[in-house]
Antibody, heavy 120, light 106 residues
Framework: EVQLVESGGGLVQPGGSLRLSCAAS????????MHWVRQAPGKGLVWISR????????AYVDSVKGRFTISRDNARNSLYLQMNSLRAEDTAMYYC?????????????WGQGALVTVSS | EIVMTQSPAALSLSPGERATLSCRAS??????LAWYQQKPGQAPRLLIY???TRATGIPARFSGGGSGTEFTLTISSLQSEDLAVYYC????????FGQGTRLEIK
């Protein structure tokens, strides 16, 4: 069974940093592109970032470029999102998603989410 | 950025009725369009990708159509468990989501 489990969320002050992790199991992690998507309280879904299967290429939405870094450790079956210079508007539930090999912009499995709250 | 606009914003229908949700792209996305269902307190669930391909395990009452800039998600016979917010997502040029359609079951 495919499982994705996010961790590392919490309360952080504006300007602070946080690192989210996504532990993958039930599939060959190193074969799949991965995504991060976030959802502010009561709002819709926003794509944040993606990484290819071997970690060589990454992409970000403009609002997080230069502040967030996506990475992966295929030996540990783990995906990461390093978030720096956090702002109040980064407050959201953060989901990791596994991409479909034939439609790499689409996530067919999602974690349960990690809540990040940026507040003083 | 490709803007995705969903309509209606909310829909209230009875069990057994047919639901038709619309999604419009600000420019052509070819058939690179997906639909997700998000139930309260849960992560999104993939329903449809490539505009009309049902994801694994999705019931046949869910169907998708369209291409270019106009897309629809049809739920042929509503069930109470279909209460959710439905999002369209394009992946032709980067990735953007619509704002969602809230489906209420009377």
């Amino acid at each position: 069974e495919v499982q994705l489990v996010e961790s590392g969320g919490g309360l952080v002050q504006p300007g602070g940093s946080l690192r989210l992790s996504c532990a993958a199991s039930g599939f060959t992690f190193s074969n799949y592109w991965m995504h991060w998507v976030r959802q502010a309280p009561g709002k819709g879904l926003v794509w944040i970032s993606r990484i290819d299967s071997d970690g060589r290429t990454t992409a970000y939405v403009d609002s997080v470029k230069g502040r967030f870094t996506i990475s992966r450790d295929n030996a540990r079956n783990s995906l990461y999102l390093q978030m720096n210079s956090l702002r109040a508007e980064d407050t959201a539930m953060y989901y990791c998603g596994r991409a479909i090999p034939t439609a790499r912009g689409v996530s067919d499995h999602w974690g349960q989410g990690a809540l990040v709250t940026v507040s003083s | 950025e490709i803007v995705m606009t969903q309509s209606p914003a909310a829909l209230s229908l009875s069990p057994g009725e047919r639901a038709t949700l619309s999604c419009r792209a600000s420019q052509s996305v070819n058939s690179y369009l997906a639909w997700y269902q998000q139930k309260p307190g849960q992560a999104p669930r993939l329903l449809i990708y490539d505009a009309s391909t049902r994801a694994t395990g999705i019931p046949a009452r869910f169907s998708g159509g369209g291409s270019g800039t106009e897309f629809t998600l049809t739920i042929s016979s509503l069930q109470s468990e279909d209460l959710a917010v439905y999002y369209c997502q394009q992946y032709n040029h980067w990735i953007t989501f619509g704002q969602g359609t809230r489906l209420e079951i009377k």
